[in-house]
């Protein structure tokens, strides 16, 4: 059974953590709270609880490494991993920034091993279905995606909204599309706590001429987790705050009938929910993780996407700061 050492027991880490344990052997915890240590060690008695990465790392019957620390420690954490010669799970983002990510799949695919981004949403049921519908063309030609992300909190200190909120959208609008925009706009306020911005707006151009957009905010009446695809021929929402009809295809389209040669019109037809599937994306996630690690990190797919995202953070960041 493949032995995992978990670092980072917090409000997320907590989940990441309970799923390890369920599907493989967890081997180390390794929180640097005293308090934590505690619970977990009563909760895992079989595990061994710590404070120091180092001795986890160490430990060379552990194969992989599941972190989920806070965003700034992601980077020197994962590098010590794969130094270490362990496959990797990190919490996203795995690096703040595009030459750190660089190094780090540089790391994996020299060693072999495997570095998988915790891009939870990519294994949301909801989403797949949305991802088999554009793959099918069954949505036609795709002009449009765009991403809402926001709520009043949680408010985050040591990262931005961009950063926070982002990277969920980011990471399924650039694997919806399967392109790297060639234009990232970002335009954002920070009323709340200097230099971190609580807003932000994004708009990407991408080299197929097709436009996506996020809006992220903590700062906001309305608590929205949605998707929109709009084709050419029908047009498909993934809304993760319904709890039965995540996803919605609407066949509206435009339309240009050839009696009126040069005038558009709209065609409206059905508004149907396709059946999805109840699977915690958690668990089908690091089950792929697992997959990946009895197997081989093959093309080193899940770390690449992860580069990609890395990059457009990037590039977002920097058109926010020049503002
Ligand atoms: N995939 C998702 O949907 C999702 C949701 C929320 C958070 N996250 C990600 O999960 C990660 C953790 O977020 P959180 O909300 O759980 O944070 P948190 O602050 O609640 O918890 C972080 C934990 O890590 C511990 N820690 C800090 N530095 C450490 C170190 N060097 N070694 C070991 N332990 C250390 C802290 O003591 C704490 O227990 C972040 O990267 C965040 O982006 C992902």
């Known amino acids: 059974m493949i032995r ?127 991802k088999e519908l554009v793959d099918a063309g069954e949505l036609g030609d795709v002009a449009c995606v765009y991403g809402n992300r926001q709520n009043l909190g949680v408010i985050r200190s040591n990262e931005n909204a961009l950063w926070s909120l982002g990277v969920h959208d980011l990471s399924v609008i650039l694997w ?63 809304d993760d705050m319904e709890l039965e009809r995540k996803v919605t295809v609407y066949e509206k389209a435009p339309w240009e009938p050839a009696s009126t040669y040069g005038e558009w019109r709209t065609r409206t037809g059905d508004i149907f929910s396709p059946k999805i599937a109840n699977d915690e994306p958690l668990r089908l996630e690091i089950e792929h993780f697992l997959e990946l690690v009895a197997n081989g990190p093959g093309d080193h797919r899940e770390a690449l996407d992860g580069l990609r995202v890395v990059r457009a953070l990037d590039r977002l960041t920097e058109s926010l700061r020049v503002g």
């Open 4 to 130: 995992v050492a978990h670092a980072g027991v917090g409000g997320w880490g907590k989940n990441v953590v309970r799923v390890v344990g369920e599907l493989t052997e967890l081997a180390w915890v390794i929180d640097t709270d005293e308090g934590r240590q505690a619970e977990y060690a009563a909760r895992y008695p079989q595990a061994t609880v710590t404070g120091s990465f180092a001795d986890a790392l160490a430990d060379e019957t552990v194969d992989a490494v599941a972190i989920a620390t806070p965003v700034p420690t992601h980077y020197a954490l994962a590098k010590q991993a794969l130094e270490a010669g362990k496959h990797v799970f990190v919490e996203k983002p795995p690096a703040m920034r595009g030459e750190e990510m660089e190094e780090l799949v540089a790391l994996a695919r020299a060693n072999g091993l495997v570095l998988m981004p915790g891009h939870l949403l990519l294994y949301h049921p909801g989403l797949r279905k949305v």
């Open 176 to 238: 919806l599309l399967g392109e790297e925009p060639t234009e990232a706009v970002a335009h954002g306020i920070d009323r709340l706590q200097k230099g971190i911005e609580d807003v932000v707006f994004c708009f990407l151009r991408f080299p197929s001429g097709r436009v996506a957009h996020m809006h992220l905010s903590w700062l906001d009446p309305h608590k929205m987790r949605k998707m929109t695809v709009v084709g050419l021929e029908k047009m498909v929402v993934f």
